[in-house]
């Protein structure tokens, strides 16, 4: 895999385990453990995204993509 795609699996891969978390806490009922995990899930989430959309904002401005 390449640098960016494997940064954006292992983001992924973390927020699919912070989402599983969270979703274990509110079964149990632990509710404040709950909102601390869907944080982390969408803090891991949006870097993801992040991370997806930076080459082609770059680029963009005029930057070689291998540079971006």
């Avoid at 292992?10 to 385990?17: E, F, I, N, Q, V």
């Avoid at 899930?41 to 971006?68: H, N």
Wanted: proline residues 3%.
């Amino acid at each position: 895999m390449a640098g960016g795609a494997a940064r954006v699996r292992r983001t992924g891969d973390g927020a699919a385990a912070a989402s599983g978390r969270a979703f274990a806490a509110i079964r149990r009922g632990a509710v404040a453990e709950h909102r601390i995990w869907m944080v982390r899930s969408y803090a891991l989430i949006f870097a993801a995204v992040t991370f997806r959309l930076r080459p082609a904002v770059l680029a963009g401005f005029g930057l070689p993509f291998d540079r971006a």
